[in-house]
């Protein structure tokens, strides 16, 4: 089942367009990931999908419901979480207090999701008195992830969790992300480690000058030797 469209959004800052016609989706249980050269327009698709920029064109819907240019605490409400690259956590903020704010739209009992996240995060559940900013930068991103999930949400956009993180810490990310999607969560990654996201995604799109070059199952666009060559440094 298809859970998220996106067809043929133009879109992009002020006057000027960034992603020009762009497609995808992602079914139910899948990881899909967004790869392509900086300036591709990854993270600009991530805003979209999410309310932060409203397209010119194209439309947006979520399990049949268009949901092009709703803001994005309607879009939360709906069931999507989104996690950007920078600026994800409240420093200042102890960890328990960064997942509680997660849950600011809930009107119910969230404690029992509190406990799942911390399932999810055991380290967090250890230093949950620590302010976030505090934290290495591989621990402020599962802070984050573990925010975004306290909405229960059915989509999680991550845009690049591995940015900027030791090697061994981006494995761990990366096992997370694929821990998060074996709950049930339909993820959508933008990777620079292209190589990593293709390795774990279900289906991926390549992106470059903010259109769509290919498209296909991880497995296939890793085994191709021109998306390997432009793409994946060979």
């Known amino acids: 089942m298809i859970v ?20 995808m989706e992602a079914k139910s249980g899948e990881i899909v990931s967004i ?9 600009t698709l991530l805003k979209a999908i999410f309310g932060l920029l409203k397209p010119h064109q194209g439309k947006i819907i979520l399990n049949d419901e268009d949901i092009t240019g709703l803001k994005p605490d309607r879009i ?10 920078v600026d994800n956590v409240f420093p200042s903020l102890t960890i328990q207090e960064n997942l509680e704010m997660g849950a600011f739209i809930r009107t119910d009992d969230f404690s029992q999701r509190l406990e799942e996240v911390y399932d999810l995060f055991p380290v967090m559940r250890e230093r949950k008195k620590d302010k976030a900013g505090q934290l290495s930068g591989g621990q402020r991103q599962m802070v984050a992830m573990g925010r975004a999930l306290m909405l229960d949400p059915q989509v999680l956009l991550l845009d690049e969790p591995s940015a900027g993180l030791a090697p061994l810490l981006v494995a761990d990310i990366f096992e997370k992300v694929k821990e998060i999607n074996a709950t049930g969560v339909v993820i959508v990654i933008v990777e620079q480690n292209a ?14 000058m903010g259109r769509n070059v290919m498209d296909d199952k991880g ?16």
Do not use: F, W
């Open 4 to 23: 998220l469209k996106v067809e043929n959004v133009t879109v992009g800052y002020t006057a000027v367009d960034i992603l020009h016609g762009v497609s």
């Open 219 to 234: 497995e296939v666009l890793l085994a191709d030797e021109e998306i390997g060559r432009l793409y994946l440094g060979g």
């Open 35 to 43: 790869i392509g050269p900086n300036g591709a327009g990854k993270s």
């Open 76 to 85: 939360a409400r709906k069931g999507i979480s989104y996690v950007p690259q």
């Open 195 to 208: 190589r990593e996201a293709l390795k774990m995604a279900h289906h991926a799109y390549v992106l470059a």
